[in-house]
């Protein structure tokens, strides 16, 4: 019996360091996110009374494209959080009724995966996406 809780001790661990990750991935994600709205909302307030509104135009247009793009991130590290909880539950019961399938398991941890990987790669997306917003900004964009 000892040896049975001392493996669901070791699968809990693993699964909360990977739920720490993505929590501090989340509160990336955010302070970018929020970041691009107020942003958004100054140069929209900005662009009635701006006399270069045609680069205003052109500077809101990526602001908002990156909003999409980390809303997008979100959604993906929410599935991933999601896939994670599914494993660690599914591993937890296994450990008692060696009713779930190893392969089905499998399935979620590489689910999780995917899912953080397309998340890191809508961050970096995201990152060029500014860079861009920052040379419209400083008129360095052509």
Known sequence: MLSRID???????????LFSSIGI????????YTHAISRVRDIYDELGTSEDAKKMERELDAMVYRCHVLKWS???????????????LGSISSRFTDVINPEVLIAFVVGSVLFIFSSMVCLFIDVLASLKATMIHIERAR
């Open 7 to 17: 493996g669901i001790v070791e699968l809990v661990t693993s699964s909360l360091v």
């Open 25 to 32: 991935f989340v509160l990336t994600l955010n302070a970018r």
């Open 74 to 88: 979100f959604g993906l590290l929410l599935c991933s959080a999601i896939s994670s909880g599914m494993f660690m």
